[in-house]
């Protein structure tokens, strides 16, 4: 484990996301003293008919099969909302003594490289309520990288990485702190893994997360998904300006996921 002068915990919520879980846990597990994972066998209540008929695909045993299960602990519970499961795992990690939580969902994948860094800058600098970074999207697989109107996969949005259990700081919205928090933007780029599902996978995460209100779902899955081709145009669910196009990904991606992607774009 990297030695640093904090203590840092990591935290993701497990609900259906399962095929990247023991990916995620050997890219966040060098850097972190415990990991933990909240589950629910229902979803969020942002979406009543989904609370009703869809139970959590994912099985706990999977985390059994880590190296680092030992750092696992596993927070049940039934959250109404995206922030109140996140805030189970942060009080814990206050109880626990942790300076810092970071917030690393099960798709999201950083570079060994800028993982260390992104460690190093927030145990240097840790008067800050939160941090964030830059993150960029893929669609499909890791092969097709979403871009912007101007072409440039880095863009909009940026996902608090991780939160000062130091600081009077919660989570008050989906993964973010609200307008008053002190936040600093780190220079560590998150492979965001989304979209990187099947047909089936992308239509309960659609009906199931928290902007499942938001849009028209069934016209989004099928004139988005279902019939798209190199030449689709629009295609955020809920901001369609934001992801203009899906274009081939050249660049390299972290550690952890370049032997699978190099198996299966052979």
């Given at each position: 484990m990297v030695t640093t002068p904090k203590r840092f915990a990591a935290h993701i919520l497990l609900f259906d996301s399962k095929q990247f879980i023991l990916k995620m846990l050997e890219n966040?597990?060098?850097?972190?003293?415990?990991?933990?994972?909240?589950?629910?066998?229902?979803p969020w209540s942002y979406n009543p008919q989904a609370r009703d008929v869809m139970t959590n695909t994912a099985d706990l045993n999977i985390l059994m099969q880590s190296k680092y299960a030992d750092k696992i602990e596993i927070i049940h519970g039934v959250w109404d909302w995206e922030h109140d499961q996140r805030n189970a795992c942060l009080k814990k990690a206050r109880e626990d003594g942790f300076d810092f939580l970071i917030v690393q969902d099960a798709d999201e994948f950083y570079t060994n490289e800028d993982y260390a860094r992104m460690i190093d800058t927030i145990s240097s600098e840790p008067d800050y309520d939160c941090y964030e970074t830059p993150w960029c999207s893929f669609w499909k697989s890791w092969d097709y990288i979403l871009v912007n109107e101007a072409g440039s996969s880095v863009y909009?949005?940026?996902?608090?990485?991780?939160?000062?259990?130091?600081?009077?700081?919660?989570?008050?919205?989906?993964?973010?702190?609200?307008?008053?928090?002190?936040?600093?933007?780190?220079?560590?780029?998150?492979?965001?893994?989304?979209?990187?599902?099947?047909?089936?996978?992308?239509?309960?995460?659609?009906?199931?997360?928290?902007?499942?209100?938001?849009?028209?779902?069934?016209?989004?899955?099928?004139?988005?998904?279902?019939?798209?081709?190199?030449?689709?145009?629009?295609?955020?669910?809920?901001?369609?300006?934001?992801?203009?196009?899906?274009?081939?990904?050249?660049?390299?991606?972290?550690?952890?996921?370049?032997?699978?992607?190099?198996?299966?774009?052979?």
């Open positions: 966040c597990d060098p850097f972190v003293e415990k990991i933990y994972v909240a589950y629910s066998k229902v909009g949005y940026r996902p608090n990485i991780a939160m000062n259990c130091k600081r009077n700081i919660w989570f008050t919205s989906h993964r973010g702190s609200g307008y008053s928090a002190k936040i600093k933007v780190l220079d560590s780029l998150c492979y965001h893994g989304s979209y990187v599902l099947g047909d089936e996978e992308v239509y309960r995460k659609i009906n199931s997360w928290g902007h499942a209100l938001d849009f028209d779902r069934e016209a989004w899955y099928y004139n988005k998904w279902l019939s798209w081709s190199e030449g689709s145009e629009d295609l955020h669910p809920t901001h369609p300006y934001v992801w203009k196009r899906a274009v081939k990904f050249t660049g390299q991606l972290p550690e952890v996921l370049r032997k699978d992607n190099e198996t299966t774009t052979q």
